[in-house]
Every structure is written in structure tokens, then in C-alpha cells.
């Protein structure tokens, strides 16, 4: 379980708590009323147990709280929605996460991706789409659809053109040198990025190797200041909470700072070139 998803469950947890204390319902007569255990109340208000939706109607109905149901049963959808498994969200193949990252895409206005291993999709070759999905369906046993996973991927990179939108990424030097599909298709991507630094309205920055770890951060994608997502090894966090984005915010400009952009980045990008090619 991830720090912020049970930060979110103890924080439901306590409100439910300062809703039976407020309205004088121990949490022995409130386990009575629903038949429950009597460490069942215990285990809800302490982040334990996540409740269900059954759960917090009976704290409606017992404590005199029915007029804030809707607002507690969406906290707790935010819940149920802030870890998602890979298996679910990629259960029909990977076309469906493409579509998905598609949607926020379009509708944000300023969006910032941090990636320490390998290049955003959105910057992505299509060989260098279609080698890294691949590995993604072969690793997590998905249906095989790659050929639309890869056209989505494609598809997805139209929205670096719409002049109401800002795109800021930053990747480690590490990246540049991550081997993705082999060298011809590495150097195909490299030559992508060297021609994107200039780009209208997308900024690319690249943490070189030996800077400090003055953050150490998985890879993650801000949209606007509403909306974290991360990706782990076996699921996606979705991050709302206003404190924890700025916290990720924070980051991502101290990784800024920290980046070569511009002429020293094209440096970069040849050096890895060079490399390839020699």
C-alpha cells in the first residue's frame, strides 16, 4: 500500500471517528446497531480497514451524519480510484492506458513529466514505442495489441502541437543511454529528441549523470496542479491531494534546475549519439 493511499484511508478514518464522537455513539453501540465486531469500528477509524460504501451509511444513519454521505462516499472513491493495479487498468491491452493518458493530455493545459530510465511516450519513435510495449505485454502477460497500443501512442502526440498547451519534460542523462528495441531504434530516438529541443511551447531538459540526488523520484506526470499520476512496477498512483502535489511540484523544480536544456542538452544527446554509432 502506498504512503499516500493510506494516508487518504486513516484521514476518512478520523473523520468518521470525529462524526460518532460528535454525536455521542460509542463505538461499542455502533457496532451493536450493525452486528458488527466491536474491533470492526476500531479498525475503520484507525486507517486499518478501508469501509466500504454499506459501512458508511451506517455511520450515516447512527450518527446523524446523512447529510454528509455524499461527500464522505466520495472520498472514498477517491480512495478506491487512487491505486489502480496495471492488470485492470491494462486487462483489454495496452491501447486502453494510452487512451486514458490521451484524455488528461487534452485536457490539461501545463503538463510536466519526469522520467529517470527510459524517454516519455509522447516523445517516443514509434520503433521505440512499439519495442517498449511489446516488453510491457510480454511482461505483465497482456493481450496482444500492439499495433493499436503503438497507432494510440502516436495518436497521443498530436496534442504537442495545440498552441493553448505547455509541456515541460525532463529525463535523466541515464535515459539517453537505456537501450530500448536496439541500437538502430535508439538512434532514431536520440536524433527525435535532438530535433525537439526548440520546439514551440515544449521545453526538454536532461538531468546529467553525475548530478546530486538532491531528489530521488520515480517516474511521474503532472497535470496542471490538480492531478499526479505515478507509475510503479505493479500499479498507478493517482495523486489529488493539494499538499502532495506541491510536494511533487517542488520536485519536479528542483530536477529543473538541475537540468541541461538548450545547446548543453544537444551536447548530451550527441555524446549518447556518438556512442551508438561508433
Not at 455521542?24 to 450493525?34: D, F, K, N, Q
Request: with cysteine; hydrophobic share 40%; glycine share 8%.
Amino acid at each position: 500500500m502506498t504512503s499516500s493511499v493510506q494516508e487518504a484511508r486513516e484521514a476518512l478514518g478520523q473523520r468518521l471517528r470525529e462524526i460518532r464522537r460528535d454525536a455521542g455513539v460509542s463505538g461499542r453501540e455502533l457496532a451493536a446497531h450493525e452486528g458488527w465486531h466491536e474491533s470492526k469500528v476500531s479498525r475503520i477509524e484507525h486507517g486499518k480497514t478501508q469501509p466500504s460504501s454499506g459501512d458508511i451509511h451506517a455511520y450515516g444513519r447512527h450518527c446523524g451524519a446523512n447529510e454528509q454521505l455524499a461527500d464522505l462516499l466520495a472520498t472514498l472513491h477517491n480512495i478506491d480510484a487512487a491505486y489502480l493495479e496495471y492488470r485492470r487498468l491494462l486487462g483489454a491491452g495496452v491501447k486502453r492506458g494510452q487512451q486514458l493518458y490521451a484524455k488528461l493530455e487534452a485536457e490539461a493545459k501545463v503538463v510536466r513529466n519526469y522520467d529517470p530510465q527510459i524517454i516519455p511516450g509522447l516523445l517516443q519513435t514509434a520503433d521505440y514505442a512499439e519495442a517498449k510495449l511489446r516488453s510491457v505485454i510480454e511482461f505483465y502477460q497482456l493481450p496482444n495489441d500492439i499495433d493499436a497500443g503503438v497507432s494510440k501512442r502516436m495518436e497521443r502526440q498530436q496534442v504537442l502541437y495545440q498552441r493553448d498547451h505547455r509541456f515541460h519534460f525532463i529525463i535523466s542523462e541515464r535515459s539517453l543511454y537505456t537501450t530500448v528495441g536496439g541500437d538502430d531504434v535508439m538512434v532514431g530516438q536520440l536524433d527525435r529528441l535532438h530535433s525537439i529541443i526548440g520546439m514551440p511551447r515544449v521545453t526538454l531538459g536532461i538531468v546529467p549523470l553525475m548530478a546530486n540526488a538532491q531528489v530521488v523520484l520515480e517516474n511521474f506526470t503532472m497535470f496542471d496542479k490538480r492531478m499526479v499520476k505515478v507509475e510503479g512496477h505493479t500499479a498507478e498512483i493517482t495523486i489529488t491531494q493539494p499538499r502532495e502535489i506541491a510536494l511533487y511540484g517542488r520536485a519536479f523544480d528542483v530536477l529543473a534546475r538541475q537540468s541541461a536544456t538548450g545547446d548543453k542538452a544537444r551536447d548530451l544527446i550527441r555524446g549518447a549519439l556518438d556512442r551508438r554509432r561508433s
